[in-house]
Structure formats: C-alpha cells, structure tokens
C-alpha cells in the first residue's frame, strides 16, 4: 500500500478542491477497532465497533471538515481565518492555518476549556481570544466579525466543513467491506457531525456504493441537550465540554437525519458519560474524551430498547482523544501510590499473591 | 481499501504470532506527512517528511512495540505484566494488558512525568506506583521483579518489542514508493527505537524489498546523552522528558545501527530542542511532544555538514504526540488574551487592519 493521502485526495470524487490547493495533515483513515466488553454488555450477539476519530492529528474528528474549509479559503485567496470553539474546532483551525500559511483567530469562552485542547490553538500560533461569554456568545461574535472583515468563518455553519466530515460514513462503509452498520452512535454537540455522518451514507447510497443505511442515534449532554428539549439551553453544563453548546448551529439538520434514519436524539447524564468513558479506557483500551463516551453511554441507555433482533452491527463515533483532557482522566482514576525505591516496597504495593 | 488490522496482522509475514492471541488497537499505519517549511531551511531541493508515530492510538511510538510484547505475553499465558516508564511506555502497557485482560503494575520515576502520560495509565486502569528514583532506579527494580515472579516485563528489553518497532521502517519504505530515505533522523533516549529502525530497514533489504538503507541520525538530549559522552549519566535532565535517560537498555544496538549505516549518534539542547518543536507547531501545523522535535533539532543541527548533494529524501521520526504534555506547550507559548464579549472589544484584540 502506498501513502494515505488524506481525505480530500482519497475522496477526490466527492469532494470538490482543485489538488494544488489541498492543505493536509493526512486526516482521515482513522482505525474501526472492535469492543468485545461493549458488545458483551450489549449482549444478542452484536458486533459493536468504535470509529475512533480521535486519532486525527490534531486529535479530533474537526480535521475532516477543517482540511476542506481551510483548502477552500486558500482555493478563495483568504488570508486570516476566525470560530468560536469549546477547544477542538480551534485546535483544528489553528494546524491547517498555519501550514496554508494563513492567520488564525479563535475565540474561546471563558472557563472550562481542556488544558489539552487550549494548548493546540496556542502552540500552532493563533492568536487565542478568550471571551467573557459562553460558546453561543463567542459564535455570534465570529459570524458578525466574519461578514464584515476580509476573514474567512470555519466554524461549522462554514459548508466545507460538512462536506469533510462525511468522509467518516465512506470510510466505515469502505472499513466494514462496503455495508453500512445498522446503527451509528454518536455524541451531539452543535450537530455538524450527525449531519455529516447522515449526508455521507445518503451519499454513497444513492449512488448505489452501499444498500442501507444505519439509524442515526445522537446523545447530547443532559445539561446540554437543547434538541432533546426542544428549545435552546441558555447556561449549558456538562463535564463534557466538547458537547456544552445550548443552541445548536445545525440543529434542524441533526433533526432531519434522525428523522429520515428512523432514529433518535436523546441525552445521558454526566454520570453515563463518565462510566462510559471509563469503561472505554479500563476495558477495551480505547482512550476517548468525555464527550466522545456520549456515544456509548447511549448505546449502553437503548441497549434493550433498541428491538435488537441479534448479530446486528453498531458503530459508535468517539469524536476526540482522551489526551485532549487529561485533567478529567486524572480526576476520575485512583491517584499513583508514592513507594519506596525497594525491591520489598514496591512488592508490597503491587499486592502480589502468588 | 479496507480496514487496517494492526500492525501485526498487517505485517504478519514479518512478526511471529499466531492470530488468536494478537492484542491490537489497530495501531501502525501512521501518516508520513511532507514539511516543507523544515525542507526550504535545509536547503538543497531535499524533500523532508515526518514520520508522525504520535498518531498511534495511545499518542506515541511505543504501540508498535507493545502490541507484540503483550500479544506474546498473552500467547505465553501470562496474566500480569510489568514496565518502568517515564510514561509513553507505561501508557500503551496499560492500553494493550487492558484489553488483553491482564494486569498491568507500572513504576513511575519521582517528578517530571508528563501529565497527559500519568493520565493513560491511569485511566487505563494500572496500578501506578511513583517510585522516588529516576527511570534507571525503576528499571532495575521491574527486571528484578519479573525474574522472580510471575509478571511479564514489557520494557524495550523485551525482546518482543523491538520486533514490533521495526515495521516503522516498513511503512516508511512503503510510504516513499518502495524506497528508503537517504538519512533517517530520530530522537535517542532508551535506544530501542534506533535499533529498531535499523533492524526493519536491515529485515527488507536482505530480503530485496528495497535497494539502499538511510543513515541513521540520532539525537539525545545534551542533559541525557550517555551514548554521545561515553558513559552513564547519573542525573539525566532535560525538558524532553520522553528521552530523559541515563543508562540506555540498547545502547550497543544503537551503536550498531549508527555504525552500520555509516550514521551518527549527537546531542541537541534544550533550546535546539525548544526551537524544533515550535516550527514544527507553528509552521506546519505538526504538533509533537518535545522529545520527538530532536529528530528535526537534530537535522537543523546537521543541515551542513552532511555534505549533501541536493534532492536527497530526509525522513525524521517523531515519536509522541504534542498533547502527551500539553503544559510545555502552554509553558512556551504566549497566554489567551481576555476580552469582553463585544465586537468592538475583540475586533480591537485582532488588531485587525485593512
């Protein structure tokens, strides 16, 4: 096998930017890596994988729509590029400006961002503008600035965006020798990336690439969960930041693929969350966010409720890299035992029984 | 395409283990991505890429290793392993026992662990024992141990592991169209991953796979560089803690690969180390930790006095991922400035002029 490419040349056809202005970090062709204990857990003899868009470069799957929106403001001649981000977005933003050459603006709301995430933005040189305000205030600011400044959005609401993302439906078709999964799990934030996953498998569907597609099931937060509610959440709360957004960009979008999929949009506590993620990280090996975990914390939620006939397949989407917030995984783990540089102390703390 | 096995499945003509008992993440396959920014400042049309193993799924090279080592543990009926790390090690030890559904004791040097490292053995469930000593203290506690008990040890003495580190080579032999680089730059630290890299080059062109093999570059930290002085140092220190080591388990290995290649084993400082790291962020977008920018320290380092001809094919290693130890990078960057959430206030902060 030669080298991947990244998504925008491995799916030339379907996505329209002229090679000489492709900006890569080789995103794309992340791993769909089985998990025996969720499937277990699960039980009717279902084959439950994870698609772990955590292992793009910069971490999360926002490099799949940001190689499109950063090739096509180069495509455009932009010189700077803005968005608001609760930390992957501008993570994201912030690599592929800087390689295209491109100066990059993110704002960030005030608190509660991942150390990992905060450190992306400012190692890749954006200039990094923490606003006092949630992420729904700071994505107003971009949109304004954006329409009256020579300075091109990448936030989701940009069209490119998408249009990467759905390369995560061609590669778990393609990963799962040209079938679609009967459900696709995932976690639901400002709903750009149901839409895409949706857009992707209707895509090769009609063209005849795959013959069915999955239902589409998104969890939101429940301190974050506006779609759910049916109304936007002015104060979002979750231990899962990736996921704190109260108004959603795409939420008629995210509404339309549940619907059209004949699936669901509901929420998981933060206690599901964080089981899920612990569950993913302490048993199967798979070190994801805390938001990506929404994905199977709801899995684990609709588990008996799913009608599950038996031997069905189930994707589940961890969007970012358990590495994006360490603080977390230190917070929910047992703390590292200090000992003795012996022979007989360190046996004694690892409790050996032999 | 389909879908990546592993490493070892993918190699398996190469690696020896029986498909029942292989432990994988789906890890390997990592991208071989062009920087141009590093190939304009060396000059002479030579074409520069970066191997970026710290997109493995536990964020560092150590995967590749570890794979076999856990894989050959379980195939040998083990049910506990054991490893002394500064933390990429102890990292994918705890991911791969997890999931191979064994114990995994992991001992920590005092001070100076990464906090995105502690976080995976912790989340991945090990029991984590902080030992006051530095990594050699750890090592020789681990190997005594696992000689008079019944704990596997993975360390990169395992012999299992260098076999797993090798196919690096492979893929970028595959990745350049069937050829090696002229060089091959990477950092030194425990001098497992030189020898390795030596040895899947050495593997393929015995074997006819490929013509010619690159001369290998190492590069030690100036605080750590016993290979480079001659002897142990008692007190490594340096920034790049992934390479913080006094006593290297493969040091006549790694003097072997510089020695056969017609290579060299130097030291890069801190500063040198710094700088690399930056550009690599900064300009092309590639974020890694600080230990892997030793490879393209290194290569500044020795831009002109490689006596190049021009158009030659550099390829640089670099090991982990940036978000391994997100508080170096907030360490070296410039601070988010805070602004009110106003148009006016951001716009000022811009400091956008038309």
Chains 1, 2 share one sequence.
Not at 161 to 174: D, N, S
Not at 193 to 212: D, P
Request: hydrophobic letters at 40%; proline letters at 6%; charged letters at 20%.
């Amino acid at each position: 096998m030669g080298a991947w490419p990244g998504l925008i040349r491995a799916y030339h056809d379907y996505l329209d930017v002229p090679d000489e202005h492709v900006v890569t970090l080789h995103e794309g062709n992340t791993p769909l890596i089985p998990v025996p204990g969720v499937a277990e857990r699960v039980g009717r003899a279902v084959k439950v994988y994870v698609k772990f868009d955590g292992m793009n470069p910069t971490g999360s799957f926002k490099d799949r729509g940001m190689t499109m929106a950063i090739s096509k403001a180069k495509q455009d001649g932009s010189k700077a590029v803005i968005c608001a981000s609760t930390g992957n977005t501008s993570a994201a933003a912030a690599a592929y400006a800087t390689r295209a050459g491109m100066k990059c603006y993110v704002l960030i709301p005030d608190g509660k961002i991942a150390l990992g995430k905060l450190s992306q933005a400012m190692m890749h040189g954006a200039t990094v503008l923490q606003v006092h305000g949630n992420f729904d205030d700071a994505l107003k600011l971009v949109i304004k600035i954006s329409r009256e400044h020579p300075v091109t959005l990448v936030n989701s609401i940009n069209p490119h965006r998408i249009q990467g993302q759905k390369t995560v439906a061609f590669e778990v078709i393609e990963q799962l020798g040209g079938k679609a999964p009967d459900y696709h799990f995932l976690p639901v934030g400002n709903a750009g990336n149901i839409t895409a996953h949706w857009m992707g498998y209707t895509e090769w569907h009609k063209l005849g690439r795959v013959e069915s597609r999955p239902k589409m099931m998104g969890f939101q937060a429940a301190g974050a969960a506006p779609i759910v509610l049916g109304h936007p959440v002015e104060h979002p709360e979750t231990i899962a930041t990736a996921i704190r957004i109260g108004n959603p960009a795409s939420w008629k979008q995210a509404e339309a693929a549940r619907d059209e999929s004949g699936g669901t949009i509901d929420m998981v506590t933060d206690e599901e969350i964080i089981a899920a993620y612990q569950h993913l990280a302490g048993r199967e090996g798979v070190f994801c966010e805390p938001a990506s975990a929404a994905s199977v914390a709801g899995l684990f939620k609709y588990a008996d409720k799913l009608g599950l006939s038996g031997g069905e397949t189930i994707v589940c989407t961890l969007t970012g890299h358990g590495l994006k917030d360490p603080d977390r995984a230190i917070a929910v783990s047992p703390q590292p035992t200090k000992v003795q540089a012996t022979e007989e102390a360190v046996l004694a703390a690892m409790e050996l029984t032999e």
